[in-house]
T-cell receptor
Framework: RKEVEQDPGPFNVPEGATVAFNCTYS??????FFWYRQDCRKEPKLLMS???SGNEDGRFTAQLNRASQYISLLIRDSKLSDSATYLC????????????FGTGTRLQVFP | DGGITQSPKYLFRKEGQNVTLSCEQN?????MYWYRQDPGQGLRLIYY???????QKGDIAEGYSVSREKKESFPLTVTSAQKNPTAFYLC?????????????FGPGTRLTVL
């Protein structure tokens, strides 16, 4: 089983749609969780950290379910500029600098 | 502007040659990391350093070497022993030593070995 698993997609959605991505992780000791966004042939950029209580940043909402070991990202009112690959990232254990990156879920928003 | 720079953006080398990729940061971050990304795969950790003059192997360190003589700099050498060096190389840094913190990435170097 991969340490971090994501559906590779692509998710093709029209502008204005709501889309959700899920990610599962295998290490129950993981303490830090992130969503990064990566545009084609560019570096990953932090979208948001994921907190236990869930958190929202504008149109983006992240949720964490520790019991089931999954993380979700919800994007509301999709924009063309949201088209990218979304990487689920978790740390490899308790109090460690090492991060494990999922292979990403590709989102394509069309007009 | 604060940030992480990597150079060059594109690099072409002949098989059997060593090549060094540059990574510099002016964020005053303690920790720095090197990853490689191959198509359809997640980022894989090559080496990381939590403090000057110290570094640790990541998951795929074979065929690579690093140094951390200055806080701001963490160059990566891809040696001729690396069997499949063509990839997208990403350098990252984070602020706090010993505690998982957000990692910020440089723009990457695309290495092609001919």
């Amino acid at each position: 089983r991969k340490e971090v698993e994501q559906d590779p997609g692509p998710f093709n959605v029209p502008e204005g749609a709501t889309v959700a991505f899920n990610c599962t992780y295998s290490n129950s000791a993981s303490q830090s969780f992130f969503w990064y966004r990566q545009d084609c042939r560019k570096e990953p950029k932090l979208l948001m950290s994921v907190y236990s209580s869930g958190n929202e940043d504008g149109r983006f909402t992240a949720q964490l379910n520790r019991a089931s070991q999954y993380i979700s990202l919800l994007i509301r009112d999709s924009k063309l500029s949201d088209s990218a690959t979304y990487l689920c990232v978790v740390n490899s254990g308790y109090n460690t600098d090492k991060l494990i990156f999922g292979t990403g879920t590709r989102l394509q928003v069309f007009p | 502007d604060g940030g992480i720079t990597q150079s060059p953006k594109y690099l072409f080398r002949k098989e059997g040659q060593n090549v060094t990729l540059s990574c510099e940061q002016n964020l005053n971050h303690d920790a720095m990391y090197w990853y490689r990304q191959d198509p359809g795969q997640g980022l894989r950790l090559i080496y990381y350093s939590q403090i000057v003059n110290d570094f640790q192997k990541g998951d795929i360190a074979e065929g690579y070497s690093v140094s951390r003589e200055k806080k701001e700099s963490f160059p990566l050498t891809v040696t001729s022993a690396q069997k499949n060096p063509t990839a997208f190389y990403l350098c990252a840094s984070s602020g706090q030593r010993g505690i998982t913190d957000t990692q910020y990435f440089g723009p990457g170097t695309r290495l092609t070995v001919l």
